[in-house]
T-cell receptor
């Protein structure tokens, strides 16, 4: 079974600084999909960014980018120019392609606080 | 606007009672999912359904039941057999090829046993 590990339960950063959230995963599949979700205090889950394992280019969405290292099974999220609205729980998630694994598997999450 | 509606937002249950959490979507998504969120545990899959009248158990299905009689609706019943039901419950939906766009989530239901 696939597993997703977020080893840092909590981080804080100053507004306008850059922060990196780490995520590792374990799978025997060769093609899969990785996601970062954000859950602000409202508890609404919001998709931040998505990466396809067969694409070598790292995904980017405005201030959010990933560092995808397939061999190391690592998928970190970089937030540039942190804003107060980035304060949230962040979840890394994995989805496989093979039968039975096409469901999102989440890590335990990391609480990010952006300080003014 | 298309989206997922979960109701109620807060639900209180007495021990020994069954309760049903509602999840409705108007996104025309084929697949729907129920996750449970506990502090420090992330989101864990309870049940999912990829087509009407069919559903599969997730990782923590014991003490829960679901139905999928309509494409738009995927209610979750928390039965008295669920030993620790107090949690935040999230419903989600996706197109069948969920890897293309990820899931769309509802705003959740907070269930408390009193």
């Amino acid at each position: 079974a696939q597993t997703v590990t977020q080893s840092q339960p909590e981080m804080s950063v100053q507004e306008a600084e850059t922060v990196t959230l780490s995520c590792t995963y374990d799978t025997s599949e060769s093609n899969y999909y990785l996601f970062w979700y954000k859950q602000p205090p409202s508890r609404q889950m919001i998709l931040v960014i998505r990466q396809e394992a067969y694409k070598q280019q790292n995904a980017t969405e405005n201030r959010f980018s990933v560092n995808f290292q397939k061999a190391a099974k690592s998928f970190s999220l970089k937030i540039s120019d942190s804003q107060l609205g980035d304060t949230a729980m962040y979840f890394c998630a994995f989805m496989g392609e093979k039968g039975g694994s096409e469901k999102l598997v989440f890590g335990k999450g990391m609480k990010l606080t952006v300080n003014p | 606007d298309g989206g997922i509606t979960q109701s109620p937002k807060y639900l209180f249950r007495k021990e020994g009672q069954n309760v049903t959490l509602s999840c409705e979507q108007n996104l025309n998504h084929d697949a729907m999912y129920w996750y449970r969120q506990d502090p420090g545990q992330g989101l864990r899959l309870i049940y999912y359904s990829q087509i009407v009248n069919d559903f599969q158990k997730g990782d923590i299905a014991e003490g829960y039941s679901v139905s999928r009689e309509k494409k738009e609706s995927f209610p979750l019943t928390v039965t008295s057999a669920q030993k620790n039901p107090t949690a935040f419950y999230l419903c989600a939906s996706s197109i069948v090829t969920g890897h293309l766009h990820g899931y769309t989530f509802g705003s959740g239901t907070r269930l408390t046993v009193v």
